[in-house]
T-cell receptor
Framework: NAGVTQTPKFQVLKTGQSMTLQCAQDMNHEYMSWYRQDPGMGLRLIHYSVGAGITDQGEVPNGYNVSRSTTEDFPLRLLSAAPSQTSVYFC?????????????FGSGTQLSVL | SQQGEEDPQALSIQEGENATMNCSYKTSINNLQWYRQNSGRGLVHLILIRSNEREKHSGRLRVTLDTSKKSSSLLITASRAADTASYFCALRNYGGSQGNLIFGKGTKLSVKP
């Protein structure tokens, strides 16, 4: 199993550009989420999904969109990038329905918005 | 929603010593988890303790939970240089959506050889 795979690992955008951060997991986990990590701020939840076709907002959803058309994939879209979105983004998944609530994390995407 | 607060923010010890990190929170939780993050990497789950548990062990790790004081501690015994990392507590609030974890800001541990 590859676990949770994020692409790309690094990305530089100009203000106003759009892009999609990809996340895929091969563990058949129903729960997937996106966090951003900023220095001194810990991880903050952006959006999450409890299953295909179901998404919801986390703590800091503004400026981001998500969709969940399959169990495996959970892409994060930045519609119009802003410098405030410079951060490291982590995708995570888990399977609470099996009694296992531990999160499995991807290796992260480092995003810079100029 | 509440966030766990780790203490201390940074900790520097010698190899072989024990390291203790604490996490305090404000409202009722369903469970509390500890994660480790090596520099530039994703987080790795260490241990989960439920609200009806008081202590759990995993190898050199010992986690305690005191729901009356709303605090948890992570003890790493006989530390090694490879334990150098940031450690985060994460809370699932009571009644919160399964899977949603609120992370603290972390404790940065440095273990000197």
């Amino acid at each position: 199993n590859a676990g949770v795979t994020q692409t790309p690992k690094f990305q530089v955008l100009k203000t106003g550009q759009s892009m999609t951060l990809q996340c895929a997991q091969d563990m058949n986990h129903e729960y997937m989420s996106w966090y951003r990590q900023d220095p001194g701020m810990g991880l903050r939840l952006i959006h999450y999904s409890v299953g295909a076709g179901i998404t919801d907002q986390g703590e800091v959803p503004n400026g981001y969109n998500v969709s969940r058309s399959t169990t495996e994939d959970f892409p994060l879209r930045l519609l119009s990038a802003a410098p405030s979105q410079t951060s490291v983004y982590f995708c995570a998944s888990s399977s609470p329905s099996t009694g296992n609530e531990k999160l499995f994390f991807g290796s992260g995407t480092q995003l810079s918005v100029l | 929603s509440q966030q766990g607060e780790e203490d201390p923010q940074a900790l520097s010890i010698q190899e072989g010593e024990n390291a203790t990190m604490n996490c305090s929170y404000k409202t009722s939780i369903n469970n509390l988890q500890w994660y480790r993050q090596n520099s530039g990497r994703g987080l790795v789950h260490l241990i989960l303790i439920r609200s009806n548990e008081r202590e759990k062990h995993s190898g050199r790790l010992r986690v305690t939970l005191d729901t009356s004081k709303k605090s948890s501690s992570l003890l790493i015994t006989a530390s090694r240089a490879a334990d150098t990392a940031s450690y985060f507590c994460a809370l699932r609030n009571y009644g919160g959506s399964q899977g949603n974890l609120i992370f603290g800001k972390g404790t940065k541990l440095s273990v000197k050889p």
